[in-house]
């Protein structure tokens, strides 16, 4: 799993990031990435270019998001 955690950064760097690091990951790699906000544009960027995603809001500023290439691999996160 990579974690990326973004929360000190303000936009387009998240997506910015988050972007580069989709784009290198191999098919049965997890990025967890921790923000501070739901980042919906990322999740059209995912959906577009064959990855999947589970975004889950833990508090009013803290979501974890699990993103993947594969098909194959479960997305969860431990306190669901």
């Given at each position: 799993?990579?974690?990326?955690?973004?929360?000190e950064?303000?936009?387009?760097?998240?997506?910015?990031?988050?972007?580069?690091?989709?784009?290198?990951?191999?098919?049965?790699e997890?990025?967890?990435?921790?923000?501070r906000?739901?980042?919906?544009?990322l999740?059209?960027?995912?959906?577009?270019n064959?990855?999947?995603?589970?975004?889950?809001?833990e508090?009013?500023?803290?979501?974890?998001?699990y993103?993947?290439?594969?098909?194959?691999?479960?997305?969860?996160?431990?306190?669901?």
């Amino acid at each position: 799993m990579i974690l990326l955690d973004t929360r000190e950064f303000d936009h387009p760097l998240p997506l910015e990031m988050a972007v580069e690091r989709f784009k290198n990951l191999s098919e049965d790699e997890v990025i967890h990435m921790i923000h501070r906000r739901e980042p919906l544009p990322l999740f059209e960027i995912i959906s577009k270019n064959g990855g999947r995603y589970l975004s889950i809001r833990e508090d009013e500023n803290l979501w974890h998001i699990y993103i993947t290439r594969s098909q194959n691999v479960k997305l969860e996160h431990p306190y669901v």
